[in-house]
């Protein structure tokens, strides 16, 4: 029975003439056998064959490799699992297994009291004030990219461009300009780890992930020794003391002071990987399925222009707040496309969610897909409306049934630098050219540990 909280929001009209409904992958009747998300299109892509059941139910309990994994959808018991009783739930052991190869121990993946240090030493960097004054950096990227652009109606991957551009955001913002992470080979080594890292291989979940041959796995090693390889360059190159007075380097000072040299030196390159790959990866995203969803929808276009031109009159730091549709349209195309589109914990101690009873060593899965989807949650789900992030509906919202950053203590430390970045890029996008989708084309999305247009985002670009 939902709770006052969880009665989202009327029934409205729908927003303009043509009700909007974004591509999403194939769904199925019913729950397919666990086997099949081992296999073909169901291992490539996590947000393929899910069944119509799963976006009415709160909880499903399911046996997997001999781990009991539940399915949760219900907020109150998402909000149970990151906030009221959170020490009960950790990252699960093989989630460690997986991920730690990949990024090793930083903010992401740390846990406990090295959790607590390191995101204590990044937090000034991602507060309001310190966002603000990288908000000038961010639009001269933004600009630049889109001077590069044809000056003639051309077709653009939108996805291509908001990955250079946010790429070199980060480049600018955190590690002081280093040429070697605007390496266009760098975005192509990003792609091959996160699509190997969000398989569920039956090698990768006992652990042997480095006997696996298939060319996946292989590309994913080789991508792996690249990243690690480069980022575990620059850290030497800057030494104990840091180098430059920029957010990189303030870290590694930060770093020696509470953990012992060689740990610090490891910790360095895994949050270098963590915010190189993290900083940008879900930016781009977002821009892309943003971009898409407005190319999708003239009229509101038209509207997020017109707002755009005239916050393009503002100083950098002043425009995201002058562009509350457009921050709408962000809003609703993260509830239709999350950035993650599932995380996991694992129960330390029995304890019951959703009237499921969980015990220990359970698996807890939550899919931001199913939640920000789901039609006990959503009015006619499927659809793209805006106005339900309008500040009075979303003043309704639970605050655990849209989680495009995360939700709890461990919510996105750079959601607020993430969210002012896309504003201010697509701004500049949208004073600059009209954007309208191919004839007879859909973009195709695939979850992996993010979610991505699979092919990229090929839309049509003519002057604004």
Known sequence: MLNARRSIEPERAVASAVAFYPAQPRRVADWPSVWRGFFGERLRNTIYGWPEPAFDVFARTRRVLGFTVHIVSDPDAVERVMLGNKANYERPAIARRIISPLIGNGLLSAEGED?????RIVAPTFAPGAVAAMAPLMDAAAEQEVAQWPQDCARLDLAAAATRTTMAIIARALFGSDPRLVDPAAARHIEAMLAAAGQARVVTMLGLQDLDPSPTMRRARASRKWLRDTLTQVVRERGPQGGADDFFGNLIRALHGQFPEAEAAELAVDNAITFYVAGHETTANALAWTAYCLAAQLQLQEECREEARAALALPPGERAAAMPTLNQVLEESLRLYPPAPRWDREALAP?????VSVERGDLVSIWP?????????????????????????KARMHRFQYLPFGGGPRVCVGARFATVEALLILARWLAARRFTVPPGWRPDPVGTVTLRPRGGMPLLAEPA
């Open 115 to 119: 959790w607590r240090k390191q995101r």
């Open 351 to 355: 304890d019951e969610l959703a009237g």
């Open 369 to 393: 897909w199913l939640i920000h989807r789901h039609r006990k949650l959503w009015p006619d789900a499927d659809r793209f409306d805006h106005t339900r992030f309008a500040p009075d509906a």
